[in-house]
């Protein structure tokens, strides 16, 4: 049995899905998987929140509208959710419980038995707070059943035909700040335009992780002679803005990099 064909199984095996729909590489594809399995027992579930980009958000409308898929979109203000704007290293626990207790609210609602979200293989090997609170509300992850890999889920997207399996990796703004800075409204809006600036030069796998003042970019190693030449029109854009100081980060892009200063031991 191929690991797709174990994936058809378990989800077949559920009955009827709500999918943690985000429109990232993962959940599209497994959302769509999920579609061509349960038919219309599926239903795509999203949050909208400062901590995501509206261009995410309107990326899922278009997905689901073109697939006929039935979406809710779950406004969630996640600044008033209990210590997670105080952005401690659980954060990801705090928010991702407070979400996923909605979603099962929605599913239960919409006559769903049961609530999966796109967490891989890989997702297992980083710190990742937001796992143990999946685990608590017995949240499904199909594709780490299916020991499904991110590079496994890009070529099945391909072969599938989905428009993001060469999506860069996304995660949420929060995950750009230093843990224990606070959280507000205007950081993280700051922080998305910094990225959609970026995006629009050309810089699709990137971050701009802000220490204070000063904005970190990082960026694929093979950009960086790119982001170099731009260097003084992607200062003036990120001081216009509100940083003092713009820097490029020598190890270039990579998931999950705010976590390195979390003590483990």
Known sequence: MTKLDKLKENLRGLGSVAVAFSGGVDSTFLLKVAQEVLEDKVLALTAASKFVPRREINETIKFCAENKIRQIIFEADVLNIEGVKENPENRCYLCKRELFKNFLRLAEENKISAVVEGSNMDDTSDYRPGMKALAELQIKSPLIAAELYKAEIRELSKEFNLPTW????????????????????????????????????????????????????????????????????????????????????????????????????
């Open 166 to 265: 060469k999506k860069p990796s996304m995660a949420c703004l929060a995950s750009r700040f230093v843990y224990g800075e606070i959280l507000t409204e205007q950081k993280l809006a700051t922080v998305d335009a910094a990225e959609q600036f970026l995006i629009d030069a050309g810089f699709n796998q990137m971050r701009v992780r802000v220490h204070g003042k000063i904005a970190r970019i990082e960026i694929l190693p093979e950009d960086f002679p790119k982001l170099l030449k731009m260097r003084e029109e992607i200062s003036a854009r990120l001081k216009n803005l509100g940083f003092d100081y713009v820097t490029l980060d020598l190890q270039g892009f990579r998931s999950g990099s705010m976590n390195a200063t979390i003590n483990h031991g």
